[in-house]
């Protein structure tokens, strides 16, 4: 798959994709639904991409308008794929890169919020269940306004019990299904 920047002021600058199964890019028509939902939201907010991979999503919202993106990624070569396709788009200065695990991340104090929170783990393991389900205890990650996504496959889908966080919308896509949370009132 070729990965690529879709719109906004980096369109068309290709992407760096890691070699291997060590992530799952999102394709285009998944990235133009999620900007598509969000609209001209997406100026100046903020967005935390908890299992960076190639930082596809995190840098079509900065080509977007987004002001600040934090990517959390463990592993040592999607790590550095992330970095080159910053530096590629020329978004460097409005991004984090933190090599880290996701659910220390997500368990510690926050440090800041946003107001979109991107998870897009490996698939079939249920680490979108256990990403949701903390933050659901540590909801101070997300702005008062804010929405978490998680990317899936419509086949891991189950409904979570959860107090502080209440879906709201979902889509599918082919083989990924897009799932929509926010503070319940």
């Not at 934090?70 to 020329?90: K, V």
């Amino acid at each position: 798959m070729s990965l690529r920047v879709i719109s906004g002021s980096a369109k068309g600058r290709k992407l760096k994709d890691p070699p291997g199964k060590t992530t799952r890019p999102v394709t285009d028509k998944v990235k133009q639904a999620v900007f598509n939902i969000i609209g001209q939201d997406v100026i100046d907010s903020t967005w935390w991409d908890v299992f960076g991979g190639t930082g596809a999503i995190g840098i079509e919202a900065l080509s977007r308008g987004a002001s600040f993106v934090r990517f959390c990624e463990l592993n040592r070569l999607p790590l550095e794929i992330i970095n080159s396709n910053l530096q590629i788009c020329g978004f460097s200065e409005n991004a984090e890169v933190i090599r880290t695990d996701a659910f220390k991340m997500l368990t510690s104090s926050p440090d800041r919020k946003f107001d979109y929170i991107y998870i897009a783990p490996p698939q079939y393991r249920g680490l979108w269940i256990q990403s949701l389900t903390i933050l659901d205890e540590n909801a101070s990650w997300l702005e008062e306004d804010g929405w978490i996504l998680v990317q899936i496959n419509p086949v891991e889908d189950i409904n979570i019990p959860l107090r502080n966080l209440t879906r709201f919308d979902e889509r599918k896509y082919g083989s990924t299904k897009l799932l929509f949370y926010q503070l319940s009132n």
